[in-house]
C-alpha cells in the first residue's frame, strides 16, 4: 500500500510528488460537460481569444481535482477514509491546455479524531506548480485517515 498511515504523517512533513500531468483538451472539455459547466472560457477557443487570456482556460475545479489527486500516491493510497473538508482554496495563475502540474504537500496540522480512536485527521497543505515553477492552485484539505492497524510493521519493515 503506497498512501501513509496517520502515525507516518507528522506535522512538517514534506512530499514532492514525483508524477506530473500534462493537462490536454479533452480533460477540460470532458471535465466542463460533465459537471455541468457551459462556461465559454472553458469550452470556446473563438470566445477564449477575446478574453484577457486569449485562448480557453482549463476549469478550476479539474485544476483542485489534478492537483489533489497527483498527492494520493505519496500520502492516502488506501489508507483514507473520507475527506472531510477543503478549505483556502487558491488559483494565483491560469492553467491552459499544455501546462503541465507538478504537487507539492506539507502535514500542517493532525489530531487523533474524538469518534473514531481508530482514525485521525490529518490537514494537508498541497500546491501545484506548472511547468514555467508558476504556483497555479493550492489549497488546504482536511482528510480522516486510517491509524496503523495493531500489530503492523511500521513503514520500512512492511
Do not use: K
Amino acid at each position: 500500500m503506497a498512501g501513509r498511515y496517520y502515525e507516518e504523517l507528522e506535522v512538517g512533513a514534506r512530499f514532492r510528488h514525483h508524477a506530473g500531468r500534462t493537462v490536454t483538451e479533452t480533460d477540460n472539455l470532458l471535465f466542463s460537460t460533465l459537471t455541468m459547466n457551459p462556461q465559454p472560457l472553458h469550452l470556446d477557443s473563438e470566445f477564449a481569444r477575446g478574453t484577457t487570456f486569449g485562448q480557453v482556460l482549463v476549469n478550476s475545479l479539474f485544476t483542485l481535482g489534478l492537483l489533489v489527486g497527483l498527492t494520493v500516491s505519496d500520502t492516502t493510497l488506501g489508507t483514507t477514509v473520507a475527506n472531510l473538508g477543503f478549505e483556502s482554496v487558491e488559483f494565483p495563475h491560469p492553467v491552459f491546455v499544455g501546462d503541465t502540474m507538478y504537487a507539492e504537500t506539507e502535514v500542517v496540522a493532525r489530531r487523533a479524531s474524538q469518534s473514531h480512536p481508530e482514525w485521525g485527521i490529518v490537514t494537508f497543505a498541497h500546491q501545484a506548480v506548472n511547468q514555467r515553477g508558476d504556483v497555479v492552485a493550492r489549497c488546504r484539505r482536511a482528510a480522516m485517515m486510517q491509524r496503523r492497524p495493531v500489530g503492523d510493521a511500521p513503514e520500512g519493515a512492511r
